[in-house]
């Protein structure tokens, strides 16, 4: 499995945007990069994911390097509601559709 | 919709015996998997069952089983518990359409402690 390396905290301020980072130099061409994030006391929620375009949805957006071996999970504007534990995750096309996860980088937001 | 359930909540077990963890997939998806989460870590992925049959263990010993049943939902047992067991327990079902962009849902887990 691919490994990922993330920060293993950061902090930011409310409203302000958070860009949390990950490198993944050993990627391969068939890996997507998924980010899900764990609030205190309950499983992991899905956030996003992408090959190799840029992605956006109602939660973030997702920025991919042009070759693939790093990504930015981009939250416009934070809220006390998005501390969390972020994970970011490649994922590939063969076996089983499992999730290996890291330490992931804890999300501190201050009011 | 009714997302993923798990039951119970919270158990206490002691070492040797053993215990039965049980999970509602999310209404439509096939595939549900078993991830062991100890404190302060990542979860760690324990098997994915699809339709029925095991489709994939991570580094668990045997004594980590399970079942799905034909509707879907699973159950996770786990033998001779050992104080290392003690964790939350995460299920995970997803709709198995093929490719590498399906989503996995959550349930809330499965807190464990083995005395």
């Known amino acids: 499995d691919a490994k990922t390396t993330q920060p293993n905290s950061m902090e930011s301020n409310e409203e302000e945007p958070v860009h949390l980072p990950c490198n993944h130099s050993?990627?391969?061409?068939?890996?997507?990069i998924h980010w899900y994030r764990q609030l205190p006391s309950q499983g992991p929620e899905y956030v996003i994911h992408?090959?190799?375009s840029n992605v956006n949805n109602r939660m973030a957006s997702l920025a991919i390097a042009e070759d693939r071996k790093s990504s930015t999970l981009i939250l416009h504007r934070a809220t006390l509601r998005d501390a969390a534990v972020y994970y970011c995750?490649?994922?590939?096309?063969?076996?089983?559709?499992?999730?290996?996860f890291g330490q992931g980088t804890r999300l501190t937001i201050n009011p | 919709e009714t997302g993923v359930t798990q039951s119970p909540t919270h158990l206490i077990k002691t070492r040797g015996q053993q215990v039965t963890l049980r999970c509602s997939s999310q209404?439509?998806?096939?595939?549900v998997s078993w991830y062991q989460q100890a404190l302060g870590q990542g979860p760690q992925f324990i098997f994915q069952?699809?339709?029925?049959?095991?489709?994939g263990r991570g580094n668990f010993p045997p004594r980590f089983s399970g079942l799905q049943f034909p509707n879907y939902s699973s159950e996770l047992n786990v033998n001779a518990l050992e104080l290392d067991d003690s964790a939350l327990y995460l299920c995970?079902?997803?709709?198995?359409?093929?490719?590498?962009?399906?989503?996995?849902?959550f349930g809330p887990g499965t807190r464990l402690l083995v005395l």
């Open positions: 209404s439509g998806h096939n595939t």
């Open positions: 995750i490649l994922r590939g096309i063969q076996g089983a559709q499992k999730l290996v």
């Open positions: 050993t990627i391969s061409g068939t890996d997507y």
């Open positions: 069952y699809y339709r029925e049959e095991e489709n």
């Open positions: 995970a079902s997803s709709p198995r359409e093929g490719g590498s962009g399906e989503t996995q849902y």
């Open positions: 992408g090959l190799t």
